[in-house]
């Protein structure tokens, strides 16, 4: 069956990602540093419970482990195929239809694909339009007896050694705010309560600048999805169980530029045309680093020049690339400099190009 042979591709991918963990003299918290990743990230990947978006990153551990070219050539192929779109199982029939034709997607104006969760921990898909809706996801706890618990337990424990205690237990009971009474559920745009409010003091601990109202609106939703790319989750604005621990559990910084600090830089990297770069990024992200946006084709832009996804493949960049102010502001001198217009940008041209009174334009 099709979802057994996705699941099959996701597993072998997740063993030669283990070996090769394995190859290094590294704990995971150690190895996790060196590859530019969270630790709780490399877990996910060495036990197939999420594919990593980019490459570079299955590149990188290559390289610590020593890994050769063949061997390199081998995990692109894995990859490529544990990273397959997996369609969902068909309703019992006689025969299901044969496989639907991909249909292109537009990307929207102007930065790679977010991390690839295994097909055993992919949620389902929720309408951002419905926002608020009550369809929840439901608790994905993958057993129910006790005695399988603890075989599984017993099962991980030999896998990783010693070093599995690094990752917190998911079956013991958890009395945190998010993980009690009406905040069992998942947490999620349009929602406005004291679970809202929990996940903003927590996101607001990262270092990140977040108003803490426990409204659920499009600067949490940001944040949120800041927060999820940076520790290696699905990134879809909803406070999940995988997030909520990720939260409270994940030591990560959101820290980054100051409005100013950015403006400052785009004027080192445009010259002349500064001023005009600076207007079209504030029109496309009011100069915020973290800035995201999503598309209605399931496409996102990223970052202070909101670079979509489809630029950021001609790019050769990340998400996590675009999330970084230096390498967005060089990305989007790169994507100008093709033909010294900022045609990238067309719904902020206008206003980049009729500057407000008493601004002043570019120097000739």
Same mark, same amino acid.
């Given at each position: ?22 190859? %290094? ?64 199982s068909?309703?019992?029939e ?6 639907? %034709? ?60 010693n ?18 009474g ?20 927590l ?23 800041? @927060?999820?790319?940076r ?11 995988? %997030? ?11 820290? %980054? ?28 992200? @009011? ?17 202070? @020049? ?33 033909d010294?217009? @900022? ?22």
């Amino acid at each position: 069956m099709q979802g057994d042979r996705a699941e099959a591709r996701v597993r072998e991918f997740a063993e030669a990602l283990l070996a090769l963990k394995e190859r %290094t003299p590294h704990s995971y918290e150690t190895l996790a540093t060196r590859l530019d990743i969270s630790r709780s990230a490399l877990h996910r990947y060495c036990s197939g419970r999420a594919v990593p978006a980019d490459f570079d990153v299955v590149r990188r551990l290559a390289r610590q482990a020593g890994a050769d070219r063949d061997e390199v050539t081998e995990l692109h192929r894995l990859w490529v195929l544990a990273s397959e779109p997996r369609t969902p199982s068909p309703v019992p029939e006689p025969a299901a239809a044969g496989a639907s %034709t991909p249909v292109p997607v537009e990307d929207g104006p102007v930065g790679g694909e977010t991390e690839v969760l295994s097909p055993a921990a992919t949620p389902a898909e929720e309408g951002r339009e419905a926002v608020g809706a009550g369809d929840s996801r439901s608790l994905r706890w993958p057993w129910t007896v006790a005695a399988v618990l603890s075989a599984a337990a017993l099962a991980a424990a030999a896998l990783i050694g010693n070093e599995g205690a690094e990752e917190p237990s998911e079956t013991v009971a958890d009395n945190r705010p998010l993980f009690t009474g009406e905040c069992k559920e998942p947490v999620r745009d349009g929602q406005s309560d004291r679970c809202v409010r929990e996940v903003q003091l927590l996101l607001s601990r990262t270092g990140v600048t977040i108003g803490i109202d426990g409204i659920f609106g499009p600067e949490t939703l940001r944040r949120v999805e800041a @927060f999820q790319l940076r520790v290696g989750l699905n990134v879809d604005g909803i406070v999940d169980d995988d %997030t909520k621990r990720a939260l409270y559990d994940e030591d990560v910084s959101l820290k %980054t530029w100051s409005k100013k600090q950015v403006a400052d830089r785009i004027h080192e990297v445009f010259g002349k045309k500064a001023d005009t770069a600076v207007r079209i990024a504030r029109c496309q992200s @009011f100069l915020d680093p973290l800035y995201i946006t999503p598309n209605t084709n399931g496409t996102r832009n990223w970052g202070i @020049f909101q670079i979509s996804d489809a630029r950021l493949r001609d790019l050769r960049g990340t998400p996590e690339k675009a999330m970084d102010p230096d390498w967005n502001i060089r990305a989007a001198h790169r994507l100008w400099a093709q033909d010294e217009t @900022f045609s990238d940008w067309p719904h902020c041209a206008a206003a980049a190009e009729d500057p407000p009174p008493g601004e002043g334009g570019d120097a000739p």
